[in-house]
């Protein structure tokens, strides 16, 4: 089954970028998913890419996928403090439909 | 922008006692998830369930649990008998077709 690899901390300066790294295993899946999550809050979905896509960008988000190498980024710029969360990649799992998470990066933002 | 509703967003509850998860999935969805966080750690895959039958589930979804689609609208999660370390959030997701899943915000389940 599907398996999802992040690095689990990230640290930068207000007003740097933040790029956050993943790897998957199951190079099917179709859905490639960023949430956020604050503390004792729920997902907030941030993007998606479908799997034939190789960048999308949403305002200061930017997802890169490297199908060939099975690997996911996650660039947020001009970082703020409200962006300190944690950040979940996560992957469709074809052998059926659910969704298989990474452990989370937690990203802290410095003033 | 239509969602997922959960509720309650906080249940508390006795040890050994039975909770129910409500979930109101997007209206036109077909394929319905519950999913569990355990206070920091990483989100978990429960069940599946399309066509009003289970699809997929995983080894943490055991006999004390169970799902239910009762009337057509609501998506259940059902716990027969509640353990300590069921204490955790619960996500509710629903998908239509070909489409990305979208979560609920989630119920925090505190077993005493």
């Known amino acids: 089954g599907e398996d999802v690899e992040q690095s689990l901390f990230l640290s930068v300066r207000e007003g740097d970028s933040s790029v956050i790294n993943c790897t998957y295993t199951d190079s099917s899946s179709t859905y490639l998913y960023w949430y956020k999550q604050e503390p004792g809050a729920g997902l907030q979905l941030l993007t998606y890419i479908f799997s034939n896509m190789d960048m999308k960008q949403d305002q200061r988000l930017t997802v890169l996928l490297n199908k060939k190498d099975k690997h996911l980024s996650l660039r947020i710029a001009d970082t703020q403090t409200g962006d300190s969360a944690i950040y979940f990649c996560?992957?469709?799992?074809?052998?059926?439909?659910?969704?298989?998470f990474g452990a989370g990066t937690r990203l802290f933002v410095k003033a | 922008e239509p969602e997922v509703t959960q509720t309650p967003s906080h249940q508390v509850t006795q040890m050994g006692q039975e909770v129910i998860l409500r979930c109101v999935p997007i209206?036109?969805?077909?394929?319905f998830y519950w999913y569990r966080q355990i206070l920091g750690q990483k989100v978990e895959f429960l069940v599946s369930f399309y066509n009003n039958e289970i699809s997929e589930k995983s080894e943490i979804f055991d006999d004390q649990f169970s799902v239910e689609r009762p009337d057509g609208s609501n998506f259940t999660l059902k716990i027969r008998s509640t353990k300590l370390e069921d204490s955790a959030m619960y996500f509710c997701a629903s998908q239509g077709g070909n489409q990305p899943q979208h979560f609920g915000d989630g119920t925090r389940l505190s077993i005493l």
């Open positions: 209206s036109n969805h077909l394929y």
């Open positions: 996560a992957a469709s799992d074809t052998g059926g439909f659910k969704t298989i």
